[in-house]
């Protein structure tokens, strides 16, 4: 796989949008100490090669009435992968999946109104023929919060 070499000017683009993600390329610019055709160019450069994936706002679905948050991991039969993973994208309280090694095949992270709710997403989840056995666990607290920058500070 081939990498993106970040510089600097590039890491001020990327805490610059992260800082003020409403704000106009005129006010990135500034804020990256770059002209405005730049910071424009920077930015084209980072969306076309996948370094930058999006612009969406952060939600916290605590607030929208989702209060239950889990991680379910699924033990998936043989060729049955895909048909699990468009079942999986289909259902909106699946947040995440990610294909893991060890006793699991996939991570899950859903989403719930309450414990009830989530035994209904479990249920749906097992619906498609292939899971052949779940594991729930429960978030109690979020210790760190999903986070990709602070990474690009360690280097």
């Known amino acids: 796989m081939q990498y993106y070499e970040l510089d600097a000017v590039d890491r001020r683009l990327i805490a610059a949008l992260a800082s003020f993600p409403r704000a106009g390329m005129l006010h990135i ?90 035994g209904q997403v479990i249920s749906k989840i097992l619906e498609v023929p292939g899971i052949t056995r779940t594991t729930t666990s429960l978030v109690l607290a979020t210790r760190i919060a999903p986070r990709h920058r602070h990474v690009l500070r360690a280097e």
Do not use: K, W
């Open 29 to 118: 610019a500034r804020e990256t100490g770059v002209a405005r055709n730049t910071a424009q160019a920077r930015l084209d450069r980072l969306l076309s090669a996948g370094v930058i994936t999006g612009f969406g706002p952060e939600l916290d679905l605590r607030q929208v009435g989702f209060a239950v948050s889990a991680f379910v991991a699924l033990e998936i039969a043989q060729g049955r992968g895909p048909a699990v993973d468009e079942h999986l994208a289909a259902l909106p309280e699946v947040v995440e999946a990610y294909m893991t090694t060890g006793p699991s095949d996939l991570l899950c992270r859903v989403v719930a109104r309450d414990n009830d709710h989530l």
